[in-house]
């Protein structure tokens, strides 16, 4: 059977990394995992969202995957370490890849950061700049509002550029010439998010270089599906599994099946 590239997320926004491995790497089998019964995981404490990484990756594992993505940087934020530590395949998360976009993209050295409570309060964003470019100056500012206004499938509209707006108003008047959407739900949002920041700001999403990632390290290892197979991708859900279901075929275009999950386990909410 084909071994899958795991990914997980507290709940949609992961399909935002799923959509670019589906177009950078159309051979791999996903196998997808969106925690929606817990989302959001941005205003939980660090020990909690551990231990919900912790849960999905130890359910995840029973498929044995080749590699394991935590495309959400929340849990990357906290938990990475810990993932790397328990499991023995590759562990790649969001932010380091989002950073080195950053890095890349910036020319006046200064870079905006938007992403969850839990993200921001890390400044994980800011260390993985500064390991990088030590000198860049860095705004960070958290959206609580924004995943999950996506995760009820709200992406346009004037609700959407309202929510959009006020929540990036402390960002208004900054020198910066790139945003660094550091939550996975917001790729979503981009046409709105770009109205608002104008066209001098350049968004970054980390799911392009998250997908160029996987690629090398797979490669790497000599471990890349076969071309010529058409992989059956699965998805799994914890919560109302019909809205994730719409929200997914939208976004990623194509029909899918989802498998809800039960957690067998107390649930912390
Ligand atoms: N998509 C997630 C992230 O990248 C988490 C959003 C949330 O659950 O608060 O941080």
Not at 74 to 81: K, L
Not at 132 to 153: D, R
Request: glycine residues 8%; proline residues 7%; aromatic residues 8%.
């Amino acid at each position: 059977m084909q071994q899958a590239i795991a990914i997980l997320d507290s709940g949609v926004g992961g399909l935002t990394v799923v959509k670019e491995v589906m177009r950078q790497l159309p051979q791999e089998k996903v196998i997808y995992f969106g925690d929606t019964a817990r989302s959001p995981y941005g205003p939980r404490p660090a020990d909690e969202v551990r231990t919900f990484t912790k849960q999905i990756v130890d359910y995840l594992i029973q498929f044995n995957p080749k590699m394991i993505v935590i495309a959400c940087n929340t849990a990357t934020a906290v938990a990475i370490d810990e993932i790397r530590a328990s499991v023995s395949v590759p562990v790649l998360g969001v932010i380091s890849p989002g950073a080195r976009a950053a890095i890349k993209t910036t020319r006046s050295g200064v870079v905006g950061v938007i992403g969850t409570e839990g993200t921001i309060r890390s400044k994980a964003y800011e260390q993985a700049l500064r390991t990088i470019s030590p000198n860049i100056q860095v705004y960070s500012e958290s959206c609580p509002l924004l995943a999950p206004f996506v995760e009820k499938g709200l992406f346009q509209g004037d609700e959407a550029f309202h929510v959009v707006e006020q929540s990036l108003r402390p960002l208004y008047g900054k020198p910066i010439d790139c945003l660094i959407l550091g939550c996975t739900h917001y790729p979503f949002l981009t046409p709105v998010i770009s109205r608002v920041m104008g066209p001098d700001v350049t968004l970054i999403s980390s799911a392009d270089e998250t997908a160029r990632e996987i690629s090398t390290i797979l490669y790497h290892r000599g471990m890349l599906a076969a071309s010529g197979v058409t992989p059956i991708h699965q998805f799994f859900c914890s919560g109302e599994p019909e809205l994730f279901k719409r929200i997914a075929q939208t976004w990623l275009r194509e029909q899918i099946s989802i498998t809800p999950v039960v957690w067998q386990v107390p649930n912390i909410i």
